[in-house]
């Protein structure tokens, strides 16, 4: 397939195979209609007939050259089958022409600092597991690092300590970054307000720019309440203090949080598939986790 797309990259080539399209042709017929020298066109088809996608046979004295169908099939169904996964309904890159259409209407209103001061988000999910589980996941920092970042990317530091005035970091990369040496994809700083185990949990976060000043602050408020076959959780995030800055940052919110929220429902899905009637789970209260074992620097604090 590489040999083939090679050969085909040409534009002189690409032009010898539509003559050949149309039917068999000579070396000097095909150097006529394509306006080349012959030795020139007599190249191009011989890395056209190493590739596979052409075929020759001596008539006399001529050398006669005719196109090779299924090659173009092949390629044509590869072509297919890239363009059929990119185009996937809810896939990759569905997600990234959502956010670019936020990104673009996001640039456009941030024109002062405070121009998103008062937005507001909310998201509304039934989760299976008790409150009690729940809040385990949204407070022990080996818990939330399988859960607390969108789907691309991964925690590569994390603190959380769950107590009123407790600090919070939330730093990530991308999922395909195993070793840390890109750039810090985003990191966010933030504190703990109020805690009320099993019930609400509300804290400030802010993401930080380039230069390391924050973007804006997020109030975000969680609450819990048990229902007869899991939790409901009601995520609310209000902005404050945003800047021109920032808008980069707000286009991604409903988005990537939402797929944090679906990651955070399959995880509980699958603890309660291992054990269906643990409520906590390996770790204990507390103290030191990671993710898998591939991040440090993650702790948390009760």
């Known amino acids: 397939m590489d040999a083939l797309l090679a050969a085909l990259a040409d ?11 149309e039917r068999p042709r000579s070396v000097g017929v095909l150097a006529r209609l394509a306006e080349a020298r012959q030795p020139q066109t007599t190249k191009h088809l011989q890395a056209l007939e190493r590739a596979g996608v052409v075929t020759s046979q001596r008539t006399g004295q001529r050398r006669v050259y005719a196109l090779r169908p299924a090659p173009l099939r092949d390629l044509a169904a590869a072509l297919t089958r890239l363009a ?4 996937q309904a809810e896939g990759p890159h ?15 209103a941030a024109e002062e600092p405070g121009w998103a001061d008062g937005r507001s988000f909310r998201f509304l999910r039934s989760l299976p597991g008790r ?28 603190v959380f300590e769950a107590r009123p005035g407790g ?10 970054d195993a070793d840390g ?9 933030g504190v703990v307000d109020d805690v009320r185990p099993a019930e609400r949990l509300t804290y400030r976060l802010s993401p930080l720019l380039p230069g390391g000043g ?10 819990l309440r048990p229902t007869g076959t899991g939790t409901d959780l009601d995520a609310h995030w209000r902005i404050a203090d945003s800047t021109v800055g920032s808008a ?24 309660l598939a291992a054990d269906p009637h643990d409520t906590a789970v390996a770790g204990g209260t507390g103290g030191t986790g990671g993710t898998d074992g591939t991040d440090t620097g993650i702790r948390s604090t009760k």
């Open 11 to 21: 534009p002189a080539r690409w032009r010898l195979v539509n003559l050949l399209a």
């Open 84 to 87: 059929d996964t990119a185009d």
């Open 94 to 108: 569905a997600t990234y022409d959502r956010y670019g259409l936020s990104l673009h209407a996001e640039r456009l």
């Open 131 to 158: 409150p009690e589980l729940v809040w385990r996941h949204l407070t022990e920092t080996s818990l939330l690092a399988r859960w607390w970042t969108p789907d691309d990317l991964r925690v590569s530091e994390l």
């Open 167 to 176: 600090r919070i970091v939330h730093e990530y990369r991308d999922i395909e």
């Open 181 to 189: 040496s890109d750039p810090v994809a985003g990191r966010a700083e």
């Open 214 to 223: 924050p973007a804006f602050t997020a109030h975000v408020d969680l609450g």
């Open 248 to 271: 980069d940052f707000i286009a991604g919110i409903e988005l990537g949080f939402g797929q944090s929220l679906d990651k955070l429902a399959a995880t509980l899905t699958a603890t």
